[in-house]
T-cell receptor, first 112, second 112 residues
Framework: AQSVTQLGSHVSVSEGALVLLRCNYS??????LFWYVQYPNQGLQLLLK??????LVKGINDFEAEFKKSETSFHLTKPSAHMSDAAEYFC??????????FGAGTRLTVKP | NAGVTQTPKFRILKIGQSMTLQCTQD?????MYWYRQDPGMGLKLIYY???????DKGEVPNGYNVSRSTTEDFPLRLELAAPSQTSVYFC???????????FGDGTRLSIL
């Protein structure tokens, strides 16, 4: 079955700095990949998705992710962090079935 | 613009009690899901449904039951509550397999 590993349960950056959240996946077929964001006491919201159309995927709020098959990675980046980006981020993989697997999550803290 | 609505938002149960977590969506999505979220563990799929009358087990179905009599509703039932079922439960829906999922705001359940 497919699986996801998010490297780093906590990431802290300064406001205006680059955000990099790491995600590696395992899949036996070309995967569908997603990044979701969760704010406190809320459900998950979609940031972006990869569905094989392009390896660089742009999402909401200036987030983007690059699919690298050779590295089985789908890292999330944002050029300049805002205080409002503080949240928990989840990478997820789906393998042409009904079972989407989520990573354990990375909590992003943004320091002023 | 309700999306996915979960009730109740909070609940405390005693060991051995039963309850139903309600979930309804107004997006006419065929697919619906129940997840549990535990700290540091990401989301684990409990049950899912690909349409009215069709349900199937996910990764962690033991201790839970579901039904799907209509497209809109997908209730989750706990028959004999156990402390291990203390968690945050999320309902989600999507138009189809491998599509982004839309999440409710969750039900925080404590079993004492």
């Amino acid at each position: 079955a497919q699986s996801v590993t998010q490297l780093g349960s906590h990431v802290s950056v300064s406001e205006g700095a680059l955000v990099l959240l790491r995600c590696n996946y395992s899949s036996s077929v070309p995967p569908y990949l997603f990044w979701y964001v969760q704010y406190p006491n809320q459900g998950l919201q979609l940031l972006l998705k990869y569905t094989s159309a392009a390896t660089l995927v742009k999402g909401i709020n200036d987030f983007e992710a690059e699919f690298k098959k050779s590295e089985t990675s789908f890292h999330l980046t944002k050029p300049s962090a805002h205080m409002s980006d503080a949240a928990e981020y989840f990478c997820a993989v789906s393998e042409n079935n009904n079972d989407m697997r989520f990573g354990a999550g990375t909590r992003l803290t943004v320091k002023p | 613009n309700a999306g996915v609505t979960q009730t109740p938002k909070f609940r405390i149960l005693k060991i051995g009690q039963s309850m139903t977590l309600q979930c309804t969506q107004d997006m006419n999505h065929n697919y619906m899901y129940w997840y549990r979220q535990d700290p540091g563990m990401g989301l684990k799929l409990i049950y899912y449904s690909v349409g009215a009358g069709i349900t199937d087990k996910g990764e962690v179905p033991n201790g839970y039951n579901v039904s799907r009599s209509t497209t809109e509703d997908f209730p989750l039932r706990l028959e004999l509550a156990a402390p291990s079922q203390t968690s945050v439960y999320f309902c989600a829906s999507s138009p189809g397999a491998n599509q982004p999922q839309h999440f409710g705001d969750g039900t925080r359940l404590s079993i004492l």
